[in-house]
Every structure is written in C-alpha cells, then in structure tokens.
C-alpha cells in the first residue's frame, strides 16, 4: 500500500503555567532536549525542533504552527537567519544549515490563537492550510523517540484506510485524569477500534490515555464546528473525536510501543525525566 504525504498542524499556544518561572519568557516548546539526529553526535535542541524533524523525516514538508501570544521565539527559530550563519564554522555551521535546508524544502504557516480557547479550537483554526488533505496533529510539548518505524509513519499507514476517520496514538498512564481517556476494543493485530473518548474525566474508565499526536481526515473540522466548549471552558479536540463517532465515522488506535520513549514537558516532574531519557536514548 502505497504511503500517502500530507501535512502536519503543530500547536504551540499554552502557557505553560507548570513550568514557571522558566515558561514566562521561553515557551515550553523550546524547553531544551537532547538528540542524536545529526550524525550520531548529541546536540542540544528545542522540542519543537526535534518535533519537526521527525515530521520532515516522514517526508511532510507543509506545517501549521498555532502560536500564542508572547511565543515569536519559535517563530525568529524557524526563521533562516543567513548572517547568523555566516558566523559559524566547522561542525556548528553543518548543524545549523542541515535545519536551514529543511526549512528551505518545507512550506511553514503561522496563525496566531490570540486567546488560549484549547486544543480543538487551535486545529480548527488550521482548516485554511489542510484544506481537503488529510493530515497530522502534533502538540508541541510531547514527542516520542522510536527505535524503529516512529509512530507518525503507524498512524499514517493505518490512517491510509478510507474507511478511517481518524487515528489516536495511546499509551498505558499513571494519571488518566489529566488526559482523553478511550474505550478501546482490539479488531486487529495491528490497531483497537475506538467506541468512545472523554476529556480529562473525573473517574476514567481506563489507565490508558490518548497522547498528542494524531492522524485526521478533513472530517474532523465538521465535526470541530459542531461542539461546544467542554472541560475547562475550552473546546476539547477529543470532544470532536467523539462527535466523529457519534456521527458513525471509524476512529481507531494505536498503542505506544513498548521500545518507545515519551518526552513531555508539561510538567517539572515529567520534564526532569524528559531530559534523562533523551540523554540516554536519544
């Protein structure tokens, strides 16, 4: 079956209230990370850059990023700066120009979500760029590090069925509470069909929890315009999720691989462990 190419949307609009004081001036999407992906050497990087790499690296050259206020430092990152360039050598000058020429070969849109309204009004305000593609969701205050085929390349080939809607990545979790919780039910070796998914819930019906990163159909933007806010008085994307259902559409998930790493900054305790497990295994 052949691979599809489509586009990603990254959102990078919280606050990052956690993780303050740092996250008044440096937004958590530019927390630092380590890495190996320039030529087995571990460089230090933004998690935001590490996220994009590993989507150019699934061959998508079209991005969505939905900034907040007081976030124009991922922005001037993303930015090709030739004179700052010309100031390098050696191996900080490769570094540097191998994100430039990836920056070069992709296509970058910038919206501004003015006020912090969630998850699901900052993909919603995507649909201009997705228009009838489909496409991957990413936050961009988590990401995983893989052994072998990563995850975003799972979800697009299992996202390659017409018959899905979408598709949720998922994981085993201490603290359900703080995540969309699905109900799960195995159809194939390979993926769980999803029968129903709730924001953050008081008495999850599960441990396992949706992490953020998904594959969509343009269907999920109906489907945005149809719920109201939910928990937090935002509008929750796992609430469209469930519309989706609802509405009769094949969403379905896959589980994070054992062999997988989770990096997450959204809070000191998960950051701190963060930093470890990209020192070790990146």
Known sequence: MTIIVLKAVITAAGKGIRLLPITKEMPK????????????QRVVLPLLQLIFEQLYSCNIKDYCFVVGRGKRSIEDHFTIDHNFLKTLSGKNRQIISNFYNKLEDSHLLWIN????SGFGDAVRMAERLVGKDNFIVH????????????????????????SISAVLLFRRVK???????????????????VEEVEEKPERPKSNMGLMPLYFF???????????????????????????????????????VKGTEIVLDV??????????????KYA
């Open 29 to 40: 999407e530019m927390m630092p990370v380590f890495s190996k992906i320039y030529d087995h």
């Open 113 to 116: 979500q003015d006020k912090p």
């Open 139 to 162: 936050a961009g205050d988590v990401s995983v590090i893989a052994r072998s085929v990563h995850p975003i390349m799972r979800l697009i080939k299992v996202g390659n069925d017409p």
């Open 175 to 193: 603290d359900p509470e703080r995540h969309g919780v699905p109900k799960l039910r195995k159809i194939s070796k390979d993926y769980f069909l």
């Open 217 to 255: 159909t343009p269907r999920i933007f109906d489907a945005l315009r149809k719920i109201k806010q939910g928990k937090g008085n935002e509008y929750q994307l796992t609430d469209a999720i469930q519309k989706l259902i609802e509405n009769g559409e094949k969403v379905v998930g896959i589980p």
């Open 266 to 279: 959204g809070t000191v305790e998960s950051y701190k462990y963060s930093q470890d497990d990209s020192y």
